[in-house]
Structure formats: structure tokens, C-alpha cells
């Protein structure tokens, strides 16, 4: 099996998915609040503009940005760290490091984030994707306040 290779680009946006070990649905209830508070954390401490995301039961999607490349690494390394010693201390939760894609376009950004926007209709759990909570379509798509997390701002992210 071929390795994957993350590659981390400054000023671009990043479409980053992680996984749950063995696809297990332990990205529910307070897990999932959990996970917003590393995220918050993390876009704090390092300056990292979430943009876009979804959380399904066994693993997310996110869209990130930073200035420079190797603080997407940092983001994605803090938080998965983060979440698994509080989520399961002492076990391991996320599969493998996260993939991530770097976004050369703005035609690749919107395609991204309508593939996550769309990912739990796709997986039956949903009808329509503003139905699924732990989403950023409302926000995004509908101008809704973010409910749970509030993502970024894309003022300023030219590509």
C-alpha cells in the first residue's frame, strides 16, 4: 500500500479529513464538544483560520488556513493529540494522521467544501445538509450565526 504524503503550502487553504481508529462512531455528544474546544484552542494559540468543517460520527472534515504551511501540521497534531487524551485517555481514537490536500483554487475550495457540506446527506444519516448539526453549512451557505463552532472569516485568503 502507497504511503500517503501530506504536503503543507503557505497562504493556501487545506482540506484535512481525520479518522476514528477501526471507523468507530465515538464523535458524538460531549466528544463533539470536545473537539471544538481543541479546535478553538488551537486556532488561537497558532493563528490558524478555521474555514470550513463537518463532524460525522467516525471522523471530520475540515478546511484550514495559516500563513504559513507548517502550522496546519502543528493545528492537526495539537488537536488530535488533544482530543484523544480526553476523549479516550489512555486509548488510541484517531486511525492514522490526518490527510490533508492543499487547495490551489478557489474553484478547488468551494468543490471541497461542498463535498464535506454534503457528506452526511451522502451517508444517509440526513435529508438536506443544513439539517446536520455539527456542521458549518449554516453558517456558510445560509448566513445562519455558527451554532457550536463558528468558523473564520475568509476576508483576506486569495488563491
Same mark, same amino acid.
Given at each position: 500500500?502507497?504511503?500517503?504524503?501530506?504536503?503543507?503550502?503557505?497562504?493556501?487553504?487545506?482540506?484535512?479529513?481525520?479518522?476514528?481508529?477501526?471507523?468507530?462512531?465515538?464523535?458524538?455528544?460531549?466528544?463533539?464538544?470536545?473537539?471544538?474546544?481543541?479546535?478553538? !484552542?488551537?486556532?488561537?494559540?497558532?493563528?490558524?483560520?478555521?474555514?470550513? *468543517?463537518?463532524?460525522?460520527?467516525?471522523?471530520?472534515?475540515?478546511?484550514?488556513?495559516?500563513?504559513?504551511?507548517?502550522?496546519? !501540521?502543528?493545528?492537526?497534531?495539537?488537536?488530535?493529540?488533544?482530543?484523544?487524551?480526553?476523549?479516550?485517555?489512555?486509548?488510541?481514537?484517531?486511525?492514522?494522521?490526518?490527510?490533508?490536500?492543499?487547495? *490551489? !483554487?478557489?474553484?478547488?475550495?468551494?468543490?471541497?467544501?461542498?463535498?464535506?457540506?454534503?457528506?452526511?446527506?451522502?451517508?444517509?444519516?440526513?435529508?438536506?445538509?443544513?439539517?446536520?448539526?455539527?456542521? !458549518?453549512?449554516?453558517?456558510?451557505?445560509?448566513?445562519?450565526?455558527?451554532?457550536?463552532?463558528?468558523?473564520?472569516?475568509?476576508?483576506?485568503?486569495?488563491?
Amino acid at each position: 500500500m502507497t504511503r500517503w504524503h501530506n504536503h503543507y503550502l503557505d497562504g493556501h487553504p487545506h482540506f484535512c479529513t481525520a479518522s476514528a481508529l477501526d471507523w468507530e462512531r465515538v464523535l458524538v455528544g460531549s466528544a463533539v464538544d470536545v473537539l471544538y474546544q481543541e479546535w478553538d !484552542s488551537a486556532r488561537k494559540a497558532l493563528g490558524v483560520k478555521v474555514l470550513a *468543517y463537518i463532524i460525522m460520527p467516525d471522523h471530520f472534515h475540515i478546511v484550514l488556513w495559516a500563513e504559513k504551511g507548517d502550522l496546519i !501540521s502543528m493545528f492537526l497534531r495539537r488537536t488530535q493529540s488533544l482530543t484523544s487524551r480526553r476523549i479516550r485517555p489512555g486509548l488510541s481514537l484517531w486511525k492514522e494522521r490526518p490527510r490533508v490536500l492543499a487547495l *490551489y !483554487s478557489s474553484s478547488a475550495l468551494r468543490t471541497k467544501v461542498d463535498y464535506l457540506h454534503r457528506n452526511p446527506v451522502r451517508a444517509e444519516l440526513v435529508e438536506n445538509p443544513e439539517e446536520w448539526e455539527h456542521s !458549518s453549512y449554516r453558517q456558510l451557505v445560509l448566513g445562519e450565526p455558527g451554532r457550536g463552532f463558528v468558523c473564520d472569516s475568509w476576508e483576506g485568503i486569495n488563491i
